[in-house]
Nanobody
Framework: VQLVESGGGLVQAGGSLRLSCAAS????????MGWHGQAPGKQREVVATITRGGSTNYADSVKVRFTISRDNAKNTVYLQMNSLKPEDTAVYYC???????????????WGQGTQVTVSS
């Protein structure tokens, strides 16, 4: 699977940004798509995920403020980020999951990452 991200940038606290990630390859390799964030000096963490059917999960820190969505016809996932805070500053990576032989979800690919910087 190949994942190409767009969006990101510099925004003031309270502002909004939208990230996009277009997937290509076998559709089975991106049954679930999501976003992970890696803040400076910290480990990469799950921000949000969405299944092909539209079921979503969010990290507690972004619930209500962020919305993940996907357009299956375009193989694209979006992350709408509202009410941004300085602590949201991170490199955001698009991630794809496929189902393995045992029915477990496994990561099949990462995007190149896009920087989001929120100034106070």
């Amino acid at each position: 699977v190949q994942l190409v991200e767009s969006g990101g940038g510099l925004v003031q606290a309270g502002g909004s940004l939208r990230l996009s990630c277009a997937a290509s390859g076998s559709a089975a390799s991106f049954n679930v798509m999501g976003w992970h964030g890696q803040a400076p000096g910290k480990q990469r963490e799950v921000v949000a995920t969405i299944t092909r059917g539209g079921s979503t999960n969010y990290a507690d820190s972004v619930k209500v403020r962020f919305t993940i969505s996907r357009d299956n016809a375009k193989n694209t996932v979006y992350l709408q980020m509202n009410s941004l805070k300085p602590e949201d500053t991170a490199v955001y990576y698009c991630v794809a999951f496929g189902v393995d032989y045992y029915g477990d979800y496994q990561i099949t690919g990462w995007g190149q990452g896009t920087q989001v910087t929120v100034s106070s």
